[in-house]
């Protein structure tokens, strides 16, 4: 008999699972934006108007749905105007976030919202709120949205664009708590309320502004928030439409490819508490916003490394091993699991910075773990979540003498027509497990079946070996009617059923 039973509940679903929550962040750091996504038209690196274009037929792949940018902490020394016009003429500023590098603004407004084009993308403006005004912030929304005959609009079909770009998201500062002015929940509720009073809908695009949120799961910032601005006028709450919270699940172990199996448990165990953070933080946002007007986001998150030997520790780059994707795995089946809590979220970061889904190294390119996993999953956007129930024998550790326990399987269930997409980890260090899978007595016309899995732990593609991970198509055991497998060890999978 198999050991564990996986349960698709279709008679129970969660809610649609907006494309938004397999959303990608871009931020000016290390190599993310210069090397990885913008080489400028006259390098000899191959590329589409400045983008490179074996980054860009990559991502275009994941169809990814949103793209927030230019920070993180750099959005809040970033002054837009510096980033437009004709590119010898824009300035040269200093990064002093992250390692003094000197940025020239060569990669503004213009050029990012190109790049979304070409994905296929929704835009996600982060304001700067630290060093920035209101009227600044409220300038930029009328440069990229303004339809008609103002100095603004006039600027931007300068500048190549007579039509307006129509952003929708808008970040009010980053990390106010932190890097983006160190802000008491209180204080920074009074800015984002002056802020957001001038950041107005344009005809055609009604904004969604999106208020900071705190580090990591803190309910008495959200709170204090919250109360801050529901004080007053009860009217403003219509001008706050999310709240983006930060996950950083962190390390375990030495470095990014240097770990025990404790440590591979003590990472995955990290990422899933994700989920602890949704229904706490979402409680919280219940208590001033029953109707649920306010979404909760997670605008950034992901795994975060020791710096890398012999790289610049303030640029971030980590290499991207097996690990990395089944923590990838955790978080994103978490999201779908809580389609009904969450608005969006947005891995950091897109290119050579943290979880990265690409690395580039001069004209080379690869695709990391994680890259395969948001692949992998892409069948999952739009469809709509259902309950699903795994039953599976714990797995128990220790993590510095305390003992503590990770799911043996873990997952989610989405179904679209007729198709319906299981996604499952199984995190396991070395043992495989077998699985029914009750599918409550719907016959399959068709199924099929990808893993992503390897023997070593911390494998992982090198531009050397860049082909060293990636998913492969296996064979679904189907008997009468009955489904099982056998889920490998340190393995995610997708399986796809068509129903009759």
């Given at each position: 008999?198999?050991?564990?039973?996986?349960?698709?509940?279709?008679?129970?679903?969660?809610?649609?699972?907006?494309?938004?929550?397999?959303?990608?962040?871009?931020?000016?750091?290390?190599?993310?934006?210069?090397?990885?996504?913008?080489?400028?038209?006259?390098?000899?690196?191959?590329?589409?108007?400045?983008?490179?274009?074996?980054?860009?037929?990559?991502?275009?792949?994941?169809?990814?749905?949103?793209?927030?940018?230019?920070?993180?902490?750099?959005?809040?020394?970033?002054?837009?105007?510096?980033?437009?016009?004709?590119?010898?003429?824009?300035p040269r500023r200093v990064n002093t976030w992250w390692g003094m590098d000197v940025e020239d603004n060569a990669f503004g407004t213009h050029e990012f919202l190109m790049l979304c084009r070409h994905l296929g993308c929704q835009p996600f403006l982060a304001g700067n709120v630290g060093t920035g005004s209101p009227r600044e912030m409220r300038d930029w929304?009328?440069?990229?949205?303004?339809?008609?005959?103002?100095?603004?609009?006039?600027?931007?079909?300068?500048?190549?664009?007579?039509?307006?770009?129509?952003?929708?998201?808008?970040?009010?500062?980053?990390?106010?708590?932190?890097?983006?002015?160190?802000?008491?929940?209180?204080?920074?509720?009074?800015?984002?309320?002056?802020?957001?009073?001038?950041?107005?809908?344009?005809?055609?695009?009604p904004l969604f502004l999106i208020a900071c949120g705190p580090d990591g799961n803190k309910p008495d910032w959200t709170r204090r928030f919250l109360r801050k601005i529901a004080s007053g006028d009860a009217r403003f709450n219509y001008r706050i439409h999310g709240l983006g919270a930060h996950y950083y699940c962190g390390t375990a172990g030495p470095s990014?490819?240097?770990?025990?199996?404790?440590?591979?448990?003590?990472?995955?165990?990290?990422?899933?508490?994700?989920?602890?953070?949704?229904?706490?933080?979402?409680?919280?946002?219940?208590?001033?916003?029953?109707?649920?007007?306010?979404?909760?986001?997670?605008?950034?998150?992901?795994?975060?490394?020791?710096?890398?030997?012999?790289?610049?520790?303030?640029?971030?780059?980590?290499?991207?091993?097996?690990?990395?994707?089944?923590?990838?795995?955790?978080?994103?089946?978490?999201?779908?699991?809580?389609?009904?809590?969450?608005?969006?979220?947005?891995?950091?970061?897109?290119?050579?910075?943290?979880?990265?889904?690409?690395?580039?190294?001069?004209?080379?390119?690869?695709?990391?773990?994680?890259?395969?996993?948001?692949?992998?999953?892409?069948?999952?956007?739009?469809?709509?979540?259902?309950?699903?129930?795994?039953?599976?024998?714990?797995?128990?550790?220790?993590?510095?003498?305390?003992?503590?326990?990770?799911?043996?399987?873990?997952?989610?269930?989405?179904?679209?027509?007729?198709?319906?997409?299981?996604?499952?980890?199984?995190?396991?260090?070395?043992?495989?497990?077998?699985?029914?899978?009750?599918?409550?007595?719907?016959?399959?016309?068709?199924?099929?079946?990808?893993?992503?899995?390897?023997?070593?732990?911390?494998?992982?593609?090198?531009?050397?070996?860049?082909?060293?991970?990636?998913?492969?198509?296996?064979?679904?055991?189907?008997?009468?009617?009955?489904?099982?497998?056998?889920?490998?060890?340190?393995?995610?999978?997708?399986?796809?059923?068509?129903?009759?």
């Amino acid at each position: 008999m198999p050991l564990a039973k996986i349960s698709i509940l279709l008679d129970e679903p969660v809610a649609v699972i907006r494309p938004e929550l397999h959303g990608q962040f871009a931020e000016h750091l290390g190599g993310c934006v210069n090397g990885g996504l913008w080489v400028g038209e006259n390098s000899p690196i191959p590329n589409f108007a400045g983008l490179r274009t074996d980054v860009l037929n990559a991502l275009k792949r994941l169809r990814i749905p949103v793209l927030r940018w230019p920070g993180g902490c750099f959005a809040d020394d970033y002054h837009w105007e510096d980033g437009i016009g004709p590119r010898k003429d824009r300035p040269r500023r200093v990064n002093t976030w992250w390692g003094m590098d000197v940025e020239d603004n060569a990669f503004g407004t213009h050029e990012f919202l190109m790049l979304c084009r070409h994905l296929g993308c929704q835009p996600f403006l982060a304001g700067n709120v630290g060093t920035g005004s209101p009227r600044e912030m409220r300038d930029w929304v009328e440069y990229c949205n303004f339809a008609n005959d103002s100095t603004l609009a006039r600027r931007r079909a300068q500048n190549g664009s007579p039509q307006p770009f129509g952003v929708r998201y808008w970040g009010v500062g980053n990390e106010a708590w932190g890097c983006g002015g160190n802000f008491c929940p209180e204080d920074y509720g009074a800015q984002y309320k002056r802020f957001a009073t001038y950041l107005r809908d344009f005809p055609g695009t009604p904004l969604f502004l999106i208020a900071c949120g705190p580090d990591g799961n803190k309910p008495d910032w959200t709170r204090r928030f919250l109360r801050k601005i529901a004080s007053g006028d009860a009217r403003f709450n219509y001008r706050i439409h999310g709240l983006g919270a930060h996950y950083y699940c962190g390390t375990a172990g030495p470095s990014a490819t240097e770990f025990d199996a404790n440590q591979w448990y003590e990472l995955l165990h990290k990422a899933a508490g994700v989920e602890q953070l949704i229904r706490e933080q979402r409680t919280v946002m219940d208590e001033f916003d029953p109707q649920r007007k306010i979404g909760l986001l997670i605008d950034e998150w992901g795994t975060w490394h020791f710096p890398t030997p012999g790289r610049n520790p303030l640029h971030l780059w980590q290499q991207n091993t097996l690990r990395d994707a089944l923590a990838a795995a955790i978080t994103l089946d978490t999201f779908h699991r809580h389609a009904d809590q969450l608005a969006m979220a947005n891995i950091a970061q897109l290119a050579n910075v943290l979880q990265a889904v690409v690395l580039t190294e001069g004209d080379r390119m690869v695709l990391t773990p994680t890259y395969h996993v948001f692949d992998l999953y892409q069948p999952h956007q739009g469809g709509r979540s259902v309950r699903v129930a795994f039953e599976a024998p714990p797995i128990r550790f220790a993590v510095r003498d305390t003992a503590m326990q990770l799911a043996g399987l873990s997952g989610s269930a989405s179904i679209k027509g007729n198709v319906l997409i299981l996604t499952v980890v199984n995190p396991h260090a070395t043992l495989p497990l077998e699985a029914e899978i009750d599918l409550a007595g719907r016959s399959i016309s068709r199924a099929a079946l990808n893993v992503l899995s390897d023997e070593d732990l911390a494998a992982h593609n090198t531009f050397d070996q860049p082909n060293r991970i990636k998913p492969s198509e296996e064979a679904l055991q189907i008997e009468a009617g009955e489904v099982w497998h056998v889920f490998p060890a340190a393995s995610v999978s997708r399986l796809e059923f068509e129903l009759d």
